[in-house]
């Protein structure tokens, strides 16, 4: 009985372990519909500018939800900077005025650029992208 009870243990415990990697060696495909990288983005510098750079990423989910990262360093001044509520232009869906957009501006000047689009965009009226 004693080694019914272990086979059918190693029998569980070996299924599950299939079951995992199989779930790990095929992840779930992605819910997006498009994604751009590598664009010209314009971020905040810790004076209130703006500056360009090219670390850049936007994509648009399959609900119609976008949304923009962009990461520069420029100009620091030895403060923490937040800049939000602003308009922002996205790739797909045109300007955002969601009052969610923030560009976070560290002590060393690193620039990290969040814009978003959930109902809250009108159509682009020129190509820039980025803060505005």
Do not use: W
Not at 48 to 61: M, V
Not at 75 to 103: E, M, R, W
Request: aromatic share 10%.
């Amino acid at each position: 009985m004693k080694k019914l009870a272990l086979l059918a243990t190693l029998v569980a415990a070996v299924a599950g372990s299939v079951a995992i990697s199989s779930a790990l060696a095929s992840p779930p495909s992605p819910s997006f519909d498009q994604q751009s990288t590598g664009f010209a983005c314009g971020v905040f510098d810790a004076y209130g500018n703006t500056f360009i750079t090219f670390q850049s990423s936007d994509t648009l989910y399959s609900s119609g939800k976008e949304q923009l990262h962009c990461y520069g360093v420029g100009p620091a001044d030895g403060n923490y900077h937040l800049f939000q509520g602003f308009a922002c232009g996205l790739v797909y869906t045109g300007i955002s005025v969601n009052p969610a957009n923030k560009d976070t501006v560290s002590k060393t000047g690193a620039s990290a650029l969040t814009c978003f689009n959930d109902g809250y965009s009108a159509p682009a009226s020129s190509a820039a992208v980025g803060a505005r």
